[in-house]
Every structure is written in structure tokens, then in C-alpha cells.
């Protein structure tokens, strides 16, 4: 008998709209991405490949949690059942971030464009979205990692939503963004992309989860005609993570990360979940 091959990835992932809401049981849209984390043995070596930047909004810890207990479920049951990895990655989520909401193991288990709502710990509901439209081209500019982690801004946010009254109001915007999305997505309704992204960003600005320089990256994103977000936990201090972007003309976005000396990359959506690539 050859040595045994074992290697299984996972995606990384973007929220469209909802990330924090969701938290409190409000509605988000998240998507898989073009990324992945790859765990793999062949023989003795064992090892770990990954271009899912850490700690930036893309899912990066979730997709190590998912893609490690589909590992242990291939070697030992040779199958994946992905809502026993779902559960497993879950619990893994809880020890490293204290109260996610869930929706990023399950996105990135599943795949494709997810709409998940926490009704309450023991009962997360979630649908894959069929979108019926071609999205436009979108990008992904890294401002880089955020001082704070995602347990730590889930925790401001917590710290707000008992302080202030008002708060609700605002993830009650959120959630009618994210309807709104849906609807865009399903073609229910002609909303713009850019008026989606934009007030979905304003309303992340309100909650508090966006920092001053990645305030100002965003307003020069939307003075040459395009519309950024903040995508994830988020960042106060520094930098943001990662912000998806959009612009009408590729060109014009191009020529103006270069100007600024920024990393941009071209992200598609709604791939795959977690995968065996190969078990021989
Ligand atoms: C992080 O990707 C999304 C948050 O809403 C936290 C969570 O849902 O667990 C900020």
C-alpha cells in the first residue's frame, strides 16, 4: 500500500451586508471566495497553505477551523458530513472570538451566497441565495490588519448596543440594507450596487467599526466614482481589513491604488465550500 494522501480546502469569505447585526439576530449576506487554506499530509509531512490574509475580514480563522475538522473527519470516517463540520468548526469559532454569530463557518462550509440569521444560539437558519444576476466586477483592497481582533470588536460593538438605545435603530438599517441586497440579488428589485455598498458603509461607519484612515480611503474611493465597505469585523484604530470595492471603471480604480501605493486584487464570489481535493 502507497502512502496515503489526504489534502482538503477550504474558502475564504466576504460579507456583503449584515456583519455585526448578525450578531444580535438581524439577517446577513455572506459569499465564499476565489481564496483558499489547503490542509494536507502525505505520508509523515503534514502541513498547511493558505492565501487568505489573517485577521482582515476574510474569513481567514474560519476557514482554518472548517478545512481542520473536515481533515480529522476524512481520516478517520473518510467522508464529509458538512454539518457535523459546520458544528465542530462552530465551537472552534467560539473558543477563539467568544460570541460569532456563526455565519462565517457556515459560508465557508457551504459555499456559494449564503443568507443566515442567528434566531437564537440552539437555532441558526440559513439559505443558499440563487442569485439571478451577474454581478460587476468587483475588487478587494487590503488596508491592511486591524489592530483590534474580531472578538475584540464584536465586543465594542456589544458594549454599544447595551449602552446606547440607538443602536437598534441602527442595526434595523442594517438589516433593510441587507433586505435590499437580497432583493438585488434575487433581481426583485433595480437598486444600484453602488447605493447598496455605499449605505452599507455608512451605516458601519455609524456603528463605529471603521477607522479615521480607512474613512478617508473610502470617501477617495467615492470621489472618482466607485463605493467601498468595510467587509467583516472591522477596525477602529489602524487599519480595517479588508474593504470591497466596486468601480464602474476598472481603469480608473487601477490608476488610482497605484497613485496610492495600494494592494488591490480582483475577488469572484460565491465559490465553492469546503472540499476533499484528494484522498488516496
Ligand atoms: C465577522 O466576519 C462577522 C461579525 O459579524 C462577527 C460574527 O458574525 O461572528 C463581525
Redesign the pocket.
Given at each position: 500500500m502507497g502512502k496515503r494522501v489526504v489534502r482538503v480546502s477550504a474558502p475564504g469569505k466576504i460579507?456583503l451586508s449584515g456583519?455585526?447585526a448578525?450578531?444580535y439576530g438581524y439577517p446577513?449576506i455572506a459569499t465564499a471566495i476565489d481564496r483558499r487554506l489547503t490542509i494536507f499530509k502525505s505520508g509523515n509531512q503534514k502541513g498547511i497553505v493558505s492565501d487568505i490574509p489573517i485577521g482582515s475580514?476574510m474569513?481567514s480563522s474560519a476557514a482554518l477551523a472548517v478545512a481542520s475538522a473536515a481533515y480529522s473527519s476524512v481520516l478517520k470516517e473518510n467522508s464529509l458530513d458538512l454539518g457535523k463540520i459546520n458544528s465542530t468548526a462552530y465551537k472552534m469559532e467560539k473558543k477563539r472570538?467568544g460570541n460569532?454569530?456563526?455565519?462565517?463557518n457556515t459560508v465557508v462550509t457551504y459555499g456559494g451566497f449564503l443568507w443566515y440569521r442567528k434566531e437564537t444560539e440552539g437555532l441558526k437558519t440559513f439559505s443558499d441565495i440563487k442569485i439571478k444576476r451577474k454581478l460587476p466586477r468587483l475588487f478587494l483592497i487590503d488596508t491592511g490588519r486591524p489592530k483590534e481582533t474580531?472578538k475584540e470588536?464584536?465586543s465594542y460593538v456589544s458594549g454599544i448596543y447595551k449602552a446606547k438605545s440607538s443602536t437598534r435603530s441602527l442595526l434595523l438599517d442594517i438589516e433593510r440594507v441587507t433586505k435590499s441586497f437580497l432583493k438585488f440579488l434575487l433581481r426583485e428589485e433595480n437598486s444600484s450596487f453602488r447605493e447598496l455598498i455605499t449605505e452599507n458603509e455608512k451605516l458601519l461607519e455609524r456603528l463605529g467599526v471603521v477607522s479615521d484612515s480607512t474613512l478617508r480611503l473610502v470617501k477617495k474611493i467615492e470621489r472618482i466614482g466607485g463605493a467601498a465597505k468595510v467587509s467583516?469585523?472591522g477596525g477602529k484604530k489602524g487599519a480595517s481589513g479588508i474593504l470591497l470595492v466596486y468601480h464602474p471603471e476598472r481603469s480608473k480604480l487601477l490608476s488610482f491604488t497605484k497613485s496610492q501605493n495600494l494592494g488591490i486584487f480582483s475577488v469572484e464570489l460565491g465559490k465553492e465550500g469546503v472540499k476533499v481535493e484528494r484522498n488516496s
Open positions: 460579507i456583519e455585526h448578525v450578531v446577513a475580514g474569513g472570538h460569532p454569530s456563526g455565519i462565517d474580531t470588536m464584536v467583516g469585523a
